[in-house]
């Protein structure tokens, strides 16, 4: 319940801002975000790019397990996180780790962490039903999300999603390769407006 009422926080304050539909992009639990907002808000939507998104449905238990990794109650559990996001330990790890708990450590996070169920996660109907145009980002560096989630986007995202699996990526590419990620999201979206 009380990802459902973020939820509708959110999609109120984006749908107040755009007055005009737009591309929405979304990493991670942003890409869970950018799903429900696109359901909700299809108007709103020109084309939805989503980056190792979060939501993928699974058992209460899976998702306990996955959630345990943002409990970042040492200064390893922050590095083991970064060398999850990035792959290896960027510079200044230790400074970046400590910067990392402390934003980790929010109540209001942790709490939505404590309150998230399975049942709250999307379905398959949901993701078969999007309008909008969608461009899946996976990289096949990405050490966050668990196994079966990738498939999951895949076997139920609509047969017009374009899927791009680049070999260097992590769970945040837009950090490290903001450059040719924005290359990749850019033909994709003028081969949409190609085809329509």
Not at 36 to 61: I, N, Q, T, W, Y
Request: net charge negative; charged share 25%; with cysteine.
């Amino acid at each position: 319940q009380a990802q459902f009422e973020y939820q509708a926080t959110v999609n109120q304050a984006v749908a107040e801002v755009l007055d005009e539909p737009a591309v929405i992009f979304g990493n991670s639990l942003g890409g869970f975000l950018a799903i429900r907002f696109a359901l909700a808000h299809p108007e709103k939507v020109k084309a939805l790019v989503l980056c190792s998104p979060g939501g993928a449905a699974m058992s209460d238990e899976d998702l306990q397990n996955f959630l345990n990794i943002f409990r970042l109650d040492t200064q390893e559990d922050a590095l083991e996180l970064l060398k999850r996001v990035f792959g290896k330990l960027p510079r200044f790890s230790k400074f970046i780790a400590w910067r990392m708990r402390a934003r980790f450590s929010s109540k209001v996070l942790q709490d939505r962490l404590d309150k998230l169920r399975s049942s709250e996660l999307l379905t398959a109907e949901e993701l078969q039903s999007l309008k909008v145009p969608v461009v899946l980002v996976w990289g096949k560096e990405d050490n966050v999300m668990p196994d079966g989630c990738l498939d999951f986007f895949q076997k139920n995202l609509p047969p017009h999603t374009r899927v791009i699996e680049p070999d260097e990526y992590g769970h945040a590419p837009f950090i490290r390769y903001s450059r040719s990620l924005s290359n990749y999201i850019l033909d994709a979206l003028t081969e949409i407006a190609m085809q329509r």
